[in-house]
């Protein structure tokens, strides 16, 4: 039979719409073989091409339909469409009974906004088995790498804007995509699903450490990539659906629906991975999106927890372009916590939490991953931030933890390690941190700490139980405040080792450790320090830890850390007291300070925890800076109304804080201040009384301000009651206040509303009279030849003492310094160079009432040479000024005259010291010597005259050695002649410097000691 073929063009202005096309040709042939999908479409679709053909012979019907989906407008205001044609072909089966099943194909046209390409265009199969869903399958080739924004510019502007602008996709491989949708139930727009998978399974057991344990069938892990782009929200039903046509396609691409059925996709751009682990298969997604101008990087993000639909539901947290699965299911030796899903810098990663387990050891991976990039058809990137190993049996425990921290420019390392050790029924502990950083800036940096808990051994009142020590290079020290002393890392670790973690959260123990460090020991070029601990106890009553630092480098720092528990008794679970000192110590020249400060810590306290001890001490002085001269001690604190220097130690009352029950609470307190213009000391007592409405609470306390030279005081005491019955109360109180000398004061006393004040005896204010001179200088004042002092400040380079008369200083006269200077303040100071001499500040002296401008004290430097004036311009000087302390050198406050002359009491803030005050001069060379100019030197001083001495190396010829013939009995008889004395050996000691008589002891019995008589020379 001859073949008939033929073809019909249909006019788009005569059919209009794909629902007209549709309708025409099923009244025509009378078959129904069109997708579901166009039946569905708008109306208002524009048809822009539509064939038809067939084969008579065949029975054989061919269908083309080329339509457009308006998806904007350009900027000269035309309409912009996805380009869509379809071709279905319609022959008999005869195995389905001579139906008309319908084979689809057809084309997908994109256009690119941005982008050198005009279009994309897709072509692929079609399926009905999609119901009202639809499928193409396409893929391409293109030797450029394209923006996904660019991609989506033109088809959905507002969907570009939130894909990250590094994200593209390679188009030099070739790539598969699936573009899928479904018709609206209202509005009739269509949804769009645009998926790219990679399809690249990648093996775990290329991971570093633990790959070998993938390397069987049964744990052997795969992951695949997908990129999604969802115009609308999709279900997970819809998702699981899908996937299963996608399946049956053979497509290479799934669109997996995830593990959890909480997770959906809705509108935006989704990166989506599937894990294989054996029989296990996971799926989860993440959203990607454009990182917020001062986000906070992926680790730090902030995380949320998607509710679960169901108990059996895997758990899903997310972070910004970031997902977590929490599976907690294990693969033979394998535990799986956590699968992490992140985007960052352009990549997907893939970030599993596992622990591995192989008998009693335990291996936790931190920051493990799989870095497959999208921009480029690289190789995906193994890598292990950190991990964390454990092994324990009944005598041995061993932990450690290695990290990696990227930082600002720089990756640190950073580990830790713990072993501990059981022998006969003791411990050994040992424990180490330590950190490693290449800065682009400071260079190569370290430090390293350990530290070692053994029974050492030592007297009972110092029984040493423990060492540590470290270093650091490049690295800064600094101290910690003190009551933050037992939470410092190098002295944390000394008492509790690395603390109490475990391979399951070694890296977050690791972390926090290296977020305390970074704290105390960042890093700083140029600097170092030394760390050396012992830790020890005392009778067992006391245990306690000493920590030295020294800081080396651009700075020098001596400094001491330390913390002393005194428990009794010091066995049994009940403890009648705890004592627990901080120490801190500190010397820094630098800043010009020394300082010692020590405080009780919450855990101290007395009968019962509840009843809990307070207090500290501390002191201070600095000789060098704008404080220099000032000094403070004290114990509990200072005067309530004195207002404490910013510079001063912040120390907290000595006392304790009692409450006994819910009704009734006590609390004791007392301090002690020395400073340099008062003496400051008080204490107080309180109790509170609270049960329903009856309430009642008292109070007492003093304040003692002292001065010893002259002497006085004031005092100032009171004792209150309050009392009360719901809206009833009423108060008691007494206040006493006394000063002298002389003798005098008041009490006051309150009663309900009322008030009575009772004065007696002196009621001047406390003025003490001023002492004599003698007085002053025996009290503080050195002897007469210690007043004044002279030293070399600089060049000094060494120092001789001669047999007879003063020291000799051997000086670099290029840095050559002397200065004087003097305990006393001076208000002139002369010296060769000027004849007007240098004035200091007017000056008093207090405890002697001596008014400022009166004290009259001066400082004379001569110098000599040959016993005469030395030449003017040679020497300059400058002049030394220091603070004085203002209760002795200031200006004092005195009223009366003659034997009735009297000090005001100084009050407890006044001035501390007068600043800048003289005190001494700096001598140094005028003009020190230019380089290369040097003293002559007399040539005859480089002369010498050779002497020549003819055979000075020559020794005298020996005589050969004969030995005496005889045997043992007479050799040793020959040597017992002359063991105990013999001429030319003590000519020869002699020589040497020996005493033969003293310095030798032997005697003929000495010859017995021979096991065989030796050889003994002939005569």
């Known amino acids: 039979m001859a073949e008939t073929r033929a073809g019909i063009e249909i006019d788009p202005n005569t059919l209009t719409s794909i629902r007209a096309l549709i309708a025409a040709l099923e009244q025509q042939l009378e078959v129904d073989f069109v997708p579901g999908f166009l039946r569905t479409l708008d109306e208002t679709l524009p048809l822009t091409s539509a064939t038809f053909k067939f084969d008579s012979s065949k029975q054989r019907y061919e269908l083309g339909i080329g339509f457009g989906v308006k998806i904007g407008e350009d900027s000269d205001g035309e309409a912009k469409h996805l380009e869509i044609s379809i071709n279905i072909a319609v022959k008999p089966d005869k195995v389905t009974g001579n139906k008309r099943p319908a084979e689809y194909g057809g084309s997908l046209k994109i256009p690119i906004a941005e982008s050198g390409l005009t279009h994309l265009q897709f072509d692929g199969q079609f399926t009905s088995k999609a119901g009202d869903m639809w499928v193409l399958q396409c893929s391409f080739i293109e030797e450029q790498s ?20 590094e994200l593209t996709i390679p188009l030099q491989q070739s790539l598969t995509l699936v573009v899928a949708g479904r018709v609206g139930a209202s509005g009739g727009r269509v949804r769009l699903i645009l998926g790219l998978g990679f399809h690249t399974n990648v093996d775990l057991g290329q991971f570093p450490l633990v790959g070998v344990q993938f390397s069987s069938e049964q744990t052997r892990a795969f992951v695949t990539l997908e990129l999604l782009v969802a115009t609308h929200a999709f279900t997970h039903k819809e998702l699981k659906a899908l996937n299963g046509v996608l399946m049956e396609l053979g497509s290479p691409l799934r669109i997996q629906p995830p593990s959890s059925t909480q997770q959906e996709l809705t509108y935006g751009v989704y990166a989506g991975l599937t894990a294989v682990f054996g029989a296990l298969k996971y799926a989860w997604y993440t959203q990607l999106k454009k990182p917020r101008r001062g986000s906070r990087s992926l680790s730090r993000s902030l995380r949320r927890q998607v509710p679960r639909s169901t108990s059996e539901d895997f758990p899903v947290t997310l972070g910004d372009n970031a997902a977590w699965l929490a599976v907690e299911r294990s693969v033979g030796p394998i535990h799986l916590a956590k699968l992490g899903l992140e985007y960052r810098d352009g990549a997907i990663s893939f970030t599993p939490e596992m622990i591995v387990s192989v008998g009693d050891l335990k291996l936790l991976l931190e920051g493990i991953s799989v870095s497959l990039p999208l921009s480029s058809s690289g190789k995906p990137a193994f890598q292990v931030n950190g991990f964390g190993l454990e092994y324990a049996n009944d005598t041995l425990k061993v932990a450690g933890a290695f990290l990696r921290s990227p930082k600002q420019g720089y990756d640190e390392y950073a580990g830790m390690a713990s072993l501990q050790l059981k022998l006969k029924g003791s411990g050994v502990g040992l424990a180490a941190i330590g950190a490693y950083a290449d800065h682009p800036d400071t260079g190569t940096s370290l430090f390293l700490y350990a530290s070692l808990n053994a029974p050492l051994g030592g007297p009972p009142f110092f029984f040493v139980t423990g060492l540590s020590g470290g270093f650091g290079y490049n690295r800064d020290l600094h101290v910690p405040p003190l009551e933050r002393v037992k939470e410092f890392p190098l002295v944390s670790q000394a008492l509790d080792g690395t603390g109490g973690w475990n391979s399951e959260n070694a890296s977050e123990t690791v972390a926090g450790q290296l977020r305390k460090l970074s704290q105390y020991i960042p890093l700083q070029p140029d600097t170092g320090f030394l760390a050396l601990g012992v830790k020890f106890t005392s009778f067992k009553m006391l245990d306690g830890f000493a920590l030295l ?61 509840s009843c809990r001890l307070t207090g500290g001490f501390a002191f201070a002085t600095w000789f060098a800076g704008q404080h220099a001269g000032d000094f403070v001690l004290t114990m509990g604190g200072y005067h309530p109304r004195f207002k404490v220097p910013a510079h001063y130690p912040i120390v907290p009352r000595v006392g304790f804080e009692w409450r006994l029950g819910s009704t009734l609470s006590l609390r004791g307190e007392s301090y002690f201040a020395l400073c340099a213009h008062a003496v400051m000391a008080g204490g107080s007592l309180a109790a509170e009384f609270r049960s329903g409405s009856a309430w009642a609470s008292f109070r007492m306390g003093a304040d003692f301000l002292i001065s010893w030279k002259p002497y006085a005081y004031d005092i100032s005491l009171s004792l209150h009651f309050k009392f009360g019955l719901g809206c009833l109360k009423a108060s008691l109180g007494a206040d006493l206040r006394i000063w002298g000398p002389d003798f005098g004061g008041y009490a006051k006393l309150k009663v309900f509303l009322f008030s009575v004040k009772v004065k007696f005896g002196n009621q001047g204010s406390p003025a003490p009279k001023p002492i004599g001179w003698g007085d002053f200088q025996s009290s503080f004042l050195p002897a007469s030849n210690e007043v004044c002092n002279i030293a070399v400040a600089d060049g000094l380079t060494r120092q001789v003492q001669p047999t007879s008369g003063e020291a000799l200083w051997i000086v670099n006269p290029k840095e050559f310094a002397l200065t004087t200077d003097t305990l006393v303040p001076l208000s002139a100071a002369h010296h060769p160079e000027s004849s007007t001499p240098v004035s200091g500040k007017a000056l008093g002296v207090v405890p002697m009432g001596v008014k400022a401008g009166t004290l009259e004290s001066t400082l004379r430097v001569t110098l000599t040479r040959d016993g005469g004036d030395v030449e003017k311009g040679k020497f300059k000087y400058t002049v030394i000024q220091r603070q004085m302390p203002a209760g002795m050198w200031g200006d004092p406050k005195v009223r009366g005259s003659g034997s009735d002359e009297r000090l005001s009491f100084p009050g407890v803030n006044d001035t501390s010291f007068v600043s800048d005050a003289l005190v001494g001069l700096r001598i140094e060379p005028g003009e020190p010597p230019k380089a290369g100019d040097t003293d002559d030197l007399p040539v005859a001083a480089l002369r010498f005259d050779p002497k020549i001495y003819s055979n000075a190396y020559a020794f005298e010829p020996l005589s050969e050695f004969r030995a005496m013939p005889g045997d043992d009995g007479t050799l040793r008889a020959e040597i017992r002649k ?24 032997l005697s003929a019995d000495v010859v017995e000691t021979f096991v065989f008589a030796p050889q003994v020379k002939a005569a």
């Open 549 to 609: 630092t020294v800081v080396l480098g651009k700075r020098f720092e001596l400094g001491m850390l330390g913390l002393a528990r005194l428990q009794v008794p010091f066995s049994g679970s009940k403890a009648l007291a705890v004592v627990e000192l901080a120490l801190q110590a500190r010397f820094s020249p630098s800043e010009g300070v020394a300082m010692v400060r020590g405080e009780l810590t919450p855990s101290s306290y007395i009968l019962n925890p």
């Open 146 to 165: 394209l923006p996904l924004g660019a991609l989506f510019g033109a088809t959905a502007p507002a969907l570009a804007a939130l894909i990250p602008q």
């Open 978 to 1001: 002359t063991i105990a004395t013999h001429a030319a050996r003590n000519t020869l000691l002699e020589a040497l410097g020996f005493n033969p008589a003293e310095d030798v002891a």
